[in-house]
């Protein structure tokens, strides 16, 4: 058995109990044993760990990652994912189906499950596919995704654009309670588009992705779950009449969710200068309004969480023409230094909030273990130090993707530790136990 570990000193910022205060922390057998202001534990009973000047927060959890595997190894794998993940801070993942084969059936879910435990870093929590093959022709079997451990189900990379079968699906699945995750983008009105239909693209001769593909899906998708009773949560939120649409259906009673990702929040079309294939991605970068918009939204709680859709690519498909370029970012190394730099220092939101956003608030829409520190939860936690500068340096990420837009940045403070079930997973940056 494990030895218990006390942490000492630190100031807990815990949203999901009200605090921001100095505490210290027991850990034992996975779990909090104990917090409180002091704690007065003996040296041969447990490990203490001074954390003194530093914050510590629950573990943070990410809705949208994907690790590649099955199928796609050269991209990604489970082990180099969950590693990336609890070398930035992150304890959670749910990792999206479209891998080959996809995550329409059990065997897949398990294969999953058992890489994960083999890499024993991160947890990993499959996300089952909405239609079988992700073809958008018929529903997975959501009764027997759902008991080999799937924990809500998504299509993503794909929208499924037969409303009747959406129809279906979202009133199939109020029996089960759980939440279609929406890649909303209308394919026949995005076409071959490869960055926002507006200024940049039309300047430098690109095909366009109009914002109403996205805003034609979010409206449908946000309609039938109001019809159905289902739940829907909309998937990277990128432009501002998206914000517009939720915030009706929430003022409804509507059952949905909404999350944005870093990438929108900080960047806009303007990247696209230059053709540079780091800033190539779906939904595409958009305008300084919508940027704002998706900021108001986030304020508001129009928009509930922040999740990363972390897309590694090899150089063989990202290191080419924009137009040729895949579509995507990698960001699980780094993204949480990447807010703390820039959403928190910068006074745009407070730590408590982007704890909230980017750990309360996702385990709570997926019924997750995670996502506070109460007496009794699991200890899945982050030790972070403010005054740590460190530098985007894409050789260095454990992820095998190191297509970024914010290589050479240098941000302000960042994750030192880790825990898992109250192991220490990652100390000052290097992954403990990581098998490559």
Known sequence: MEQPILLKGGTLVDPSQGFNQPCDLLLEEGKVKELAPFLDVSEDYAETIDVSGKFVV??????????????????????????AAVAGGITSVCCM????????????VNFIKEKSQQAGLAHVYPLGTLTRGRRGEEMSDYASLLEAGVKAFTDDGS????????????QYQTQFETVAISHCEDSKLSGEGVAHEGYYAHMLGLAGMPAVA??????????????TGGRVHIAHVSCAESVECIRWAKERGVQVTAEVAPHHLLLTEAALE?????????PPLRTEE???????????GVIDAIATDHAPHSRDVKDLTFTEAAFGVSSLDFVVSLLLNELVQSGNISLDELV???????????????????????ADIAVIDISQVRVVDPTQFYSRGHNTPFAGKTLQGKPIMTFVEGELKMKNGKVLKYNE
């Open 214 to 227: 996205e805003v034609a899906a979010v409206s449908r998708d946000i309609l039938l779950a109001q019809a």
């Open 290 to 300: 919508d940027r704002q918009a998706l900021w108001q939204g986030l304020r508001e």
């Open 58 to 83: 629950p573990g943070f959890v990410d809705l949208h990652v994907h690790l590649r595997e099955p199928g796609e190894e050269a991209k990604e794998t489970i082990a180099d994912g969950v590693a």
């Open 356 to 378: 909230k956003y980017f750990s309360c608030r996702p385990a709570e829409i997926l019924g997750l273990p995670a996502g506070t520190l109460q007496k009794g939860a699991v």
């Open 159 to 170: 929208y499924v654009d037969n409303s009747s079968l959406m129809y279906n699906i979202l």
């Open 274 to 282: 230059g053709f540079d294939p780091m800033a190539k991605m779906k």
């Open 97 to 108: 189906p479209n891998t080959a084969p996809p995550v329409d059936n059990a065997l897949v």
